[in-house]
């Protein structure tokens, strides 16, 4: 089946520490985003991409970094400059020319004790 | 005021019932209008996009209004699985960047 796959769903992390999410979509498509969802509020775009090689900051890039070496691939670093890591962070992607219409994966729920 | 408004309820409805949201966007030149379904603790899937001449898709109608900048989502016959929360999504006007704008969400629950 195509989709996309988020792991780990559930991380536990210390302060001071980096985290990666991984983020795979075996859909062929070009663009991939990473979100976040803290409760109450919507989704806040952190990066995109749009081909491989290539990424953009989205409205809350600080504290977080990503890599697009492979078009499948998509992971997410959250740093530990990053001052409110604990959020549920979403994976997404779509075609090119049809950015409204976003496959999500499943999710992953980060706490920071 | 934020881009992408939305009363976030909770609509709490009967089965059967018909039930309306609306969502109010700031930027005139917004160019394309979504709404996605998320249910709790879930990731959202898009439910429908909006054309100018609204869409209908079953008890699904999707309607958008660019004079007064809102578009809204009517349900018809709830059911109780239609009960999650709502996104309204619209597309940003940004010159060489695609990026949508979520709005928080309207929460309905359809009660039995």
């Known amino acids: 089946d195509g989709g996309i796959t988020q792991s780990p769903k559930y991380l536990f992390r210390k302060e001071g520490q980096n985290v990666t999410l991984s983020c795979e979509q075996n859909?062929?498509?070009?663009?991939m985003y990473w979100y976040r969802q803290d409760p109450g509020q919507g989704l806040r775009l952190i990066y995109y991409?749009?081909?491989?090689?290539?990424?953009q900051k989205g409205d809350i890039a600080e504290g977080y970094s990503v890599s697009r070496e492979k078009k499948e691939s998509f992971p997410l670093t959250v740093t530990s400059a990053q001052k409110n890591p604990t959020a549920f962070y979403l994976c997404a992607s779509s075609l090119w020319d049809r950015a409204g219409e976003l496959f999500f994966g499943e999710g992953s729920r980060l706490t920071v004790l | 005021r934020k881009e992408v408004e939305q009363d976030p309820g909770p609509f709490n409805v009967p089965e059967g019932a018909t039930v309306a949201f609306n969502c109010t966007y700031s930027?005139?030149?917004?160019?394309?209008f979504f709404w996605y379904r998320q249910d709790c603790r879930k990731e959202p899937k898009l439910l429908m996009s909006v054309y100018s001449s609204g869409n209908e898709d079953g008890r699904f109608t999707a309607q958008l209004n660019r004079a007064s900048q809102y578009i809204s989502l009517l349900i018809r016959d709830s059911k109780l699985s239609d009960s999650a929360t709502y996104l309204c999504?619209?597309?940003?006007?940004?010159?060489?960047?695609?990026?949508?704008?979520f709005g928080s969400g309207t929460r309905l629950q359809v009660q039995p």
């Open positions: 991409s749009q081909i491989v090689n290539d990424f």
């Open positions: 999504v619209v597309n940003k006007a940004d010159t060489g960047r695609r990026a949508l704008t």
């Open positions: 859909l062929n498509h070009d663009a």
């Open positions: 930027n005139s030149a917004s160019q394309s």
